[in-house]
């Protein structure tokens, strides 16, 4: 499955952002989004696992919310209050039921005044 990833951007802080990912096939499995800042590791972002239950990180919670449209093949990330240190780049990830992991090649988001 490939995915693309859109919607990144420049924003002030405080602004708002929606993250696209298109896949090529179905996205009924499990499907998140992480973030690599500058001299980072990747972390999780927002995930909907397997059985609907959305989790996200702590320093995220209450502005950014994960979705989807199945019949889109799409995922969404909705970025709200956005804070310089979210700057990154933002790879959207779905893991198919074999167990196999398919990410997108990224789309940065730049958070500054």
Known sequence: VQLQASGGGSVQPG???RLSCT???N???SIGWYRQAP???RELVARITADRTANY???VKGRFTISRDIRK???YLQMNSLKPEDTAVYYCNLVQRNGISNWGKGTQVTVSS
Do not use: P, V
């Open 15 to 17: 602004g708002s952002l």
């Open 23 to 25: 896949a090529s096939g």
């Open 27 to 29: 996205i009924l499995n």
């Open 39 to 41: 001299g980072k590791q």
């Open 57 to 59: 990180a702590d320093s």
């Open 73 to 75: 093949n799409t995922m």
